[in-house]
């Protein structure tokens, strides 16, 4: 649904750093640096960027980045990041129990929930006991919207749900991966500015509001000339600006249980107390299971409830 063009990739760069800087860091578990048979895995790694960041800051560790598109850099990586092109719907090519941490982000408009199924219950195979999966997705809904960025919101939801795709899957993530065999389910809900009243990241994720909302509005259902599409965004953004709009940010983090059950995607959980491995959760970000947004932004917050 998405294309696989070069303002796509600097759309996905520029979004990388948003959500790093939201989550406070690329990755929401403790990972023994100092291991030396660490292995990660980036499920649908786009142009690769968290990759080549856990590459630098894990020397020791092996990491691995795969995507139906070649998007990712082929050439200059670190020696321990390796990158392939495999669809994820077909099987990861790796062994069993295989990885310490597995990270999937932004699969949002990729996936069907039966496919989300599939691909959760792939992810527990090759994944080792006690490791864990973290999960980051949005489901691309502006919220406090006023009516021309509902009319983006409605287009973003027709096109999906015309692909089999519905985002708003995402926000039932947790239950998913308990259902899928996962342990120690946690996840936190964060609000991510949408306009210059969240200051510089509500700016940026303005921007990357720009480049989706022209997806829909450009596409076969919204159908509009560019001239078009830049005279409605400019009547969104003072609407986001008023209204103090803003997307909705999943983490969940999940554990392979020690001993896991045969599990398919259509069965379901298991719960096993998980304490050791040599990746771990950070308590600061995982201890919440509210469905209330946190705010992130470098402003003051002043709207109650965010
Ligand atoms: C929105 S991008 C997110 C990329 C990256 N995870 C990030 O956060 O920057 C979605 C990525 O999923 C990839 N993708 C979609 N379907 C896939 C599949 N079945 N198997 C592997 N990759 C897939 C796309 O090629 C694209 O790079």
Redesign the pocket.
């Known amino acids: 649904m998405?294309p696989?063009d070069l303002p796509e990739s600097d759309r996905?760069d520029a979004?990388?750093y948003l959500v790093r800087f939201i989550l406070k860091g690329n990755y929401n578990v403790h990972l023994d640096s100092e291991s030396p048979d660490l292995r990660i895995l980036d499920v649908?790694?786009?142009?690769g960027?968290?990759a080549l960041e856990m590459a630098r800051e894990f020397p020791k560790a092996e990491i691995h980045g795969?995507?139906?598109?070649a998007?990712f850099p082929t050439e200059g990586n670190p020696p321990n990041c390796n990158f392939q092109l495999?669809?994820?719907?077909d099987g990861l090519p790796f062994p069993d129990n295989h990885f310490d941490f597995i990270y999937q982000?932004?699969?949002v408009?990729?996936l069907s929930p039966a496919q989300r199924r599939q691909v959760n219950v792939e992810l527990l195979r090759v994944l080792k006991p006690e490791g864990f999966l973290q999960l980051v997705e949005s489901d691309g809904i502006v919220y406090n919207p006023g009516p021309q960025m509902e009319k983006i919101n409605q287009l973003s939801l027709e096109t999906s749900l015309r692909h089999g795709v519905d985002p708003r899957v995402v926000q039932t993530m947790k239950s998913g991966l308990k259902q899928s065999g996962y342990t120690n389910v946690n996840s936190v809900n964060i609000a991510l500015p949408v306009g210059a009243w969240g200051g510089k990241v509500g700016s940026l994720s303005l921007q990357n509001m720009h480049g989706l909302a022209t997806i829909w509005l450009r596409g076969e259902v919204g159908n509009m000339t560019r001239d078009e599409c830049d005279a409605l965004l400019v009547v969104a953004d003072k609407e986001c600006e008023v209204n103090q709009s803003y997307y909705k940010v999943w983490l969940v983090i999940g554990a392979k249980p020690k001993e896991p059950k045969n599990i398919t995607a259509s069965s379901s959980t298991t719960t096993t107390p998980n304490t050791s491995g040599k990746a771990q959760v950070l308590a600061s970000t995982s201890s919440s299971s509210s469905d209330t947004p946190r705010v992130s932004s470098s402003r003051p917050v002043k709207r109650n409830g965010l």
């Open positions: 998405l696989n996905l979004q990388h649908a790694t786009g142009t960027v968290w795969v995507d139906i598109s998007i495999c669809n994820i719907l982000r932004l699969l408009y990729a």
